[in-house]
């Protein structure tokens, strides 16, 4: 591996005391992307920003509680005593023990809380997150021929501020690329042939057992019928004014009359109507598909059927959203996994 001249920190123009927040979540996230599945041993790519930014926030914090590690001896520990020190006078927001055992109580509890906490500062310093991070500093230094690689001796940067602003800018264009993607997926649906008449004809073609589609006046509206459930939903397509072309689905539930929609049928609507993708017929009807056997379909959570609260597993989450390759996506068929509300 040659130099990398792009983790030289970067200038300077504030000096920032560094805060400690909790920024495990947001590094093991950036770490995940760049370790494989088989864990520590896979070699971590130095020339990613935010890997960099995401280990120099890491450090930081490590930095930082060091600071208050050296406040454990001996006021820490010590701590239950002041009420009693300062009591002449001097305002403390803690009451004075009541009792000598009490009071011991108390030293027990902050002793053994610190003790935890030095605890935790060890295992997060050797932990497999930081061990990478540990292997490159000392590389980088052995090149560097044991000059100091951060020239001033102080942090330059908050770096768990600039991983926020990473991580979010990095999260927005992904967004806008799967957008981009999706848009020319819809493109391609409705320039193909048939447009959405010969996505209702595939669906209709798996003949999926228990599920019904019935054809409506026009290309943009059907109703799928769940025999086993015993529902049925009705799908429209929805046109923007001035627009000839469908841009969403509405999807309803259509309940005989003098019956009010059951509970049951109300939360599959719910999520029917939050799904993402509300321009994908086929990604519709696979999804009111999936709820075609909700009565044996268990949690993919908690694997039970019906839960405490006698609920069926409601909710439906694609097991993928990701655009696929032009080629596979004309019979791209979506699973989903079942969920309880609560275990979503
Ligand atoms: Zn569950």
Redesign the pocket.
């Known amino acids: 591996m040659s130099t990398a001249p792009n983790t030289a920190i970067p200038a300077a123009n504030t000096t920032v005391i560094p805060s400690h927040p909790k920024i495990e979540e947001k590094f093991a996230s950036t770490q995940g992307t760049a370790e494989s599945s088989n864990g520590d041993a896979t070699p971590v790519n130095w020339d990613s920003e935010i890997q960099l930014v995401s280990s120099l926030a890491k450090l930081q914090e490590l930095e930082s509680k060091i600071h208050e590690l050296r406040q454990f001896i001996p006021a820490g520990v010590l701590e239950p005593l002041v009420p009693i020190s300062s009591s002449n006078g001097v305002s403390s927001s803690t009451p004075v023990a009541e009792t000598p055992p009490i009071l011991r109580n108390e030293l027990d509890h902050a002793v053994r809380d610190r003790l935890a906490r030095i605890e935790q500062f060890q295992s997060m310093w050797r932990g497999p997150e930081l061990k990478p991070v540990w292997a490159h500093a000392t590389a980088r230094m052995k090149e560097a021929n044991g000059q100091l690689i951060q020239p001033t001796g102080i942090w330059e940067r908050d770096y768990d501020v600039l991983l926020a602003e990473l991580t979010s800018a990095e999260k927005a264009k992904e967004d806008e690329r799967l957008r981009e993607e999706e848009d020319a997926e819809r493109t391609k649906v409705l320039s193909s042939e048939g447009g959405w008449a010969a996505v209702t004809e595939r669906f209709t073609q798996r003949g999926i057992p228990g599920v019904r589609l019935i054809k409506g006046s026009n290309d943009t509206s059907m109703g799928i019928a769940l025999a086993r459930a015993g529902m049925i939903f009705i799908v429209e397509g929805v046109k923007d004014s001035g627009s000839a072309d469908v841009s969403g689905w509405n999807v309803s539930s259509k309940v005989p009359p003098g019956r009010a929609p059951g509970k049951l049928e109300e939360a599959i609507l719910d999520c029917l109507n939050s799904r993402p993708r509300k321009w994908d017929l086929s990604f519709l009807l696979d999804m009111i598909a999936s709820y075609a056997n909700i009565k044996q379909t268990?949690?993919?959570?908690?694997?039970?059927l019906a839960?405490n609260a006698a609920q069926l597993?409601s909710i439906r989450r694609a097991q993928s959203t990701q655009p696929t390759k032009p080629e596979e996506s004309k019979d791209r068929v979506f699973t989903f996994d079942a969920?309880?509300t609560?275990?979503a």
């Open positions: 268990p949690c993919a959570k908690c694997n039970r839960n597993p969920f309880h609560a275990c």
